[in-house]
């Protein structure tokens, strides 16, 4: 009996002043299998670009990656509400698991044909394992039963949704993408729904950290770009220019990861507003991390004569997520906790780094660019916190 009581345990609040609360090895493992379903859309997104498909690449990696990063995001905000790591939870979560599994299985045929049967059929498995965590919560959080029946309710409702939309909905349909978009409208809906009774225990630096994390997974994408170069460059005799393509890559990383890694705090204060607009608002960093090393990927192509599109392609499938990734750190960040012209640093940049590939072959300078907004931006934190 008291193996029994060790094993399953009530899914009590954490304590969202808990000290050192850091991410468990159960969250990490389930970053792991993030890992593969962002990495799928990402190649997805490559070809798509690299064989003139840009636009529908585009769309079709947006609605892949949506279903991946809300996926990992919900269950994030209620491993730090309610993570009490028995076995229950365990095998809830490597339920969830196989749903992101199955779900980056089927991000191929998405991209291929906008089939969508496997991506949802991981996808509504994952969420159905969420609503039985927001259930075991509403029987052991007594306060917050109300908040956690809706999230377990809603979910609920929003799965039938995407079970109909498989059922009845056609692909080639003109109304077929708007129905997904409205679904991920509902879903999108049903945190701002519950959380309006009573907030979950959420905290906020192991929140920080989870977010922090994802940034890095994101990141990586782009030094896989770098290898793919170096891998290339050494398959052609030591092309110099697939070596410009890896140092980019890797002065670009460096940048991204400065940016968001900075000395001022993120999300500041626990406001369920100011929560939903950060944790939201991350969407498109994360999106724009992941195309952007699917952009270098699409540069190596065109340099080493692989791809259908020309060289100014690829430098705006790298300017364009790099300007969208500095503007989304600007939207849940900066314009917080900056003032005056330092709060425009980012967008200025963003903007000077969307204008050059229009003007020259513009790669190096972009890289330059973005090491300068960097440095430049770490420079108005500093004068900031010099002057109080």
Known sequence: ??????????????????????????????????????????????????????????????????????????????????????????????????????????????????????????????????????????????????????????????????????????????AFVPLMLLGFLFELAVPAFAERSVTTPWHRHHIVERYGLLTLIVLGEILLGASLALQAAAREG???????????????????????????????????????LWGYGHLPIFAAGAAVGAGFAVLVDIVAGHAHVPLRTGDLAVAIPLALYMGGIWFVRDRFVLGGGAGLVLPLFALAILVLPFVFPALEAIAALAVLAAIVRAWAGHRRTARG
């Open 238 to 276: 030591f092309d110099a220019r697939l070596v410009h393509v890896a140092l980019a890559a890797l002065a670009i990383t460096f940048a991204m990861w400065w940016l968001y890694f900075c000395e001022e705090e993120q999300l500041q204060g626990s406001g369920l507003r100011r929560a939903l």
């Open 1 to 174: 009996m008291s193996e029994r009581k060790r094993a399953i345990l009530p899914m009590r609040p954490r304590d969202p002043a808990e000290p050192h609360r850091a991410a468990t090895p159960l969250e990490l493992l389930f970053d792991l299998v993030t890992v593969i379903a962002i990495a799928t859309a990402a190649e997805g997104l490559h070809h798509a670009i690299a064989e003139a498909h840009a636009g529908q690449g585009v769309l079709r990696f947006a609605l892949a990656f949506f279903s991946i990063w809300w996926a990992w995001m919900n269950f994030t905000w209620f491993a730090s509400a309610y993570d009490n790591d028995d076995v229950v939870f365990r095998l809830l979560t490597m339920v969830i698991m196989a749903g992101s599994l199955a779900l980056a299985a089927g991000v191929d045929a998405l991209f291929r044909s906008l089939d969508i049967d496997l991506v949802v059929g991981g996808y509504v498995v994952m969420r159905l394992a969420m609503a039985l965590l927001w259930l075991r919560a509403a029987g052991a959080d007594r306060a917050r039963r109300t908040t956690n029946l809706r999230y377990a309710g809603g979910i609920l409702v929003v799965q039938l949704y995407w079970v109909g939309l498989v059922a009845i909905g056609s692909p080639g349909s003109t």
